[in-house]
């Protein structure tokens, strides 16, 4: 460039007021350029030899003197041109990332090419992206970005394209170089890779986060295609997520684990980004922090997301159940107004997800058959985990006064029978329920609690149940009869050379004789007084016990003393005082009293 083009300026013109227009000092004007954003005054010479667009406009009108040429459809608007117009002046400024890409496009519109003058703009910008930026990961996110106002001209001259092949070649080998730089050797000479160490690889997830939702999918799908690690693609997703979900959120929760959730009104560009991370997700287990699906998936109903999209969360979750939290399945009812207060629709089809998954476990080769059912199995052990998640939801939400019972049995139910172990959590559960909804008919109030096996209640919570008004008295008799076969078992069991019955031959109840006490013939005094019977036998029965236990200590004391006919002698005078059940233990034992004699012929005729 000459001395005199150098010195050359632009500055912007006081006399006009409507437009923003511009013009070179020292340099008479003869055109004026009108494109979008402003107005330039310039000299056509310049703009002709070194444009083909303008040359062929000027040469339109050779007849008549054209003083005024319209651009309106120029990528990048006045700021593209002034660079252009500096370019065919000879004005110096420096080419860098964020401006490449507006030459580019602006060089192929005004066709600046070599055809019309030597080292033109278009290949002065095609060099630099060539040989610079592609080489630089940051400058090829920064002209992505810029490349975001200038669509679709930056995607034909395939701007867009080798930058993403550029970051998603330059992400993945930065990968390589993490991993081999983590490698060391052990104790034993043997190379391994140090889990420990922090990866640094994965410093191009923060630029990312900077582009446009469109231009994010299209390099996070070419950096999988590339083979970058799943865990890097989840952490970048999240930190998306982060930045573009809560703009106007003040509610992400500030923990290790990041959640999404939205607050404000629905947002379109808000709907886009959640169902654009939630394809993007890798297809691997435990690589998506399960908060963060969570989170997702609150601001996918807030959103009305797609169906697709809603299902897709609630599988991962379903997967990965085991590990969540009570606050995680907490998910508030957006829409249904006057509805519950919790969305127990959305965790039902999580737990159906959840039983599918372990019913397709179960369905597998012999092999992972036998390792499903096996005690220690991790999907055994993810079952007892979830089945305790479950119970400690249904007692939070149980006081919710709008919760249908058929609702809150779908979910009680949405777990395999054996699932459970202990029922105490299912217990507390509808016992919450039941205090909440006072209102509850009889004949549902007895459908609920069909959902307890009272067998499987621990004695505190037998012992509570016992003494429960709001339970059904069909299943307060149920109780006391666990509790009281459970107490005898437990005799039985201290002396297991008697020679006595089992106990559950001789104290069996069917559940047809169950049904026919509880019919609608049946008198509720009796019922109420064999309740209170059943109440008094099983105070004696654990007094028996406590005594028995006591003898128990006193005769293992004589067995270390006394040979073995002296202790026979002893432990048949004991048995025979005691007399446990009525039975005649021995011909000299004395009769039981009349009142024990009462309560066994009572508790014979029922069962």
């Not at 406009?57 to 608007?77: K, T």
């Not at 019919?519 to 007094?543: C, F, G, T």
């Not at 005769?555 to 048949?572: G, L, W, Y």
């Not at 005078?573 to 009572?602: A, M, W, Y």
Request: aromatic content about 6%.
């Amino acid at each position: 460039m000459n001395k005199h083009h150098s010195q050359l300026a632009l500055t912007k013109c006081s006399r006009h007021q409507r437009y923003n227009e511009w013009v070179f000092r020292d340099v008479p004007s003869d055109i004026m350029i009108v494109v979008d954003g402003g107005t330039f005054s310039l000299h056509k010479f310049p703009l002709v030899s070194r444009s083909g667009r303008i040359r062929k406009l000027v040469a339109g009108h050779r007849d008549s003197d054209i003083s005024m040429i319209e651009l309106l459809s120029l990528p990048g608007g006045a700021e593209s041109f002034e660079l252009a117009a500096k370019f065919c002046y000879g004005v110096n400024f420096e080419i860098t990332a964020a401006n490449v890409a507006q030459l580019c496009c602006v060089s192929d519109y005004l066709e600046m090419t070599e055809e019309y003058s030597k080292n033109n703009l278009g290949s002065r910008a095609e060099e630099y992206l060539k040989v610079v930026v592609s080489k630089n990961l940051e400058m090829c996110v920064e002209v992505l970005k810029q490349c975001e106002n200038l669509l679709p001209l930056a995607d034909e001259l395939k701007i867009v394209i080798r930058c993403i092949d550029a970051i998603a070649s330059k992400a993945c080998v930065e990968q390589i170089a993490s991993s081999f730089s983590r490698l060391e050797y052990s104790s034993s000479g043997r190379l391994h890779m140090n889990r420990q160490a922090k990866c640094e690889g994965d410093w191009w997830i923060e630029d990312l986060s900077v582009l446009r939702i469109d231009l994010y999918q299209r390099v996070i799908t070419a950096m999988k295609c590339r083979g970058v690690r799943p865990e890097s693609i989840a952490a970048s997703l999240v930190n998306y997520a982060q930045k573009e979900l809560t703009k106007k959120s003040t509610s992400w929760n500030q923990s290790s684990q990041p959640k999404v959730d939205l607050v404000s009104g629905s947002n379109d560009h808000e709907k886009v980004v959640v169902e654009t991370i939630v394809s993007l997700m890798p297809v691997e287990k435990l690589v998506v922090p399960i908060t963060f699906l969570f989170g997702l998936l609150r601001s996918a109903v807030m959103l009305d997301c797609t169906v697709a999209c809603r299902l897709d969360l609630e599988r991962r979750i379903g997967s990965q159940l085991e590990i969540a939290t009570l606050d995680d399945l907490l998910i508030p009812s957006f829409h249904n107004a006057g509805e519950t207060l919790f969305d127990v629709d959305t965790v039902h089809r999580i737990l159906v997800s959840f039983s599918q998954q372990e019913d397709s476990d179960e369905d597998m080769d012999d092999v992972s058959v036998f390792e499903s059912d096996s005690p220690t199995s991790p999907s055994q052990t993810a079952l007892f985990k979830v089945a305790k998640l479950v119970d400690n939801y249904l007692a939070e939400i149980a006081p919710d006064a709008n919760l249908k019972l058929n609702k809150f049995i779908a979910i009680a139910e949405s777990l395999p029978g054996h699932a459970r172990t202990i029922h105490d959590g299912l217990y507390r559960a509808i016992d919450v329920y039941l205090k909440a909804h006072q209102a509850l008919s009889d004949p549902d109030r007895r459908r609920l609690c069909k959902l307890i096996d009272f067998q499987k209640l621990s004695q505190e919570s037998g012992a509570h149940a016992a003494q429960n008004e709001r339970l059904p008295l069909q299943s307060i008799v149920q109780v006391l009869y666990f509790e009281q076969m459970r107490l005898r078992n437990a005799l039985f069991c201290s002396y297991p050379d008697d020679d006595h019955k089992p106990m559950h031959q001789s104290w069996r109840i069917n559940s047809s004789a169950i049904s026919a006490a509880m019919s609608p013939r049946d008198n509720y005094a009796s019922l109420r007084r064999e309740n209170r019977e059943l109440k008094l036998e099983l105070a004696r029965m654990r007094m028996r016990l406590n005594d028995l236990e006591k003898d128990h200590v006193c005769m293992k004391k004589n067995m270390e003393k006394s040979n073995s006919r002296r202790f026979m002698s002893t432990f048949t005078k004991k048995i025979g005082k005691l007399n446990i059940f009525g039975h005649s233990f021995s011909r000299e034992s004395s009769s039981p009293s009349k009142r024990s004699q009462v309560t066994d012929s009572k508790l014979t005729e029922r069962t």
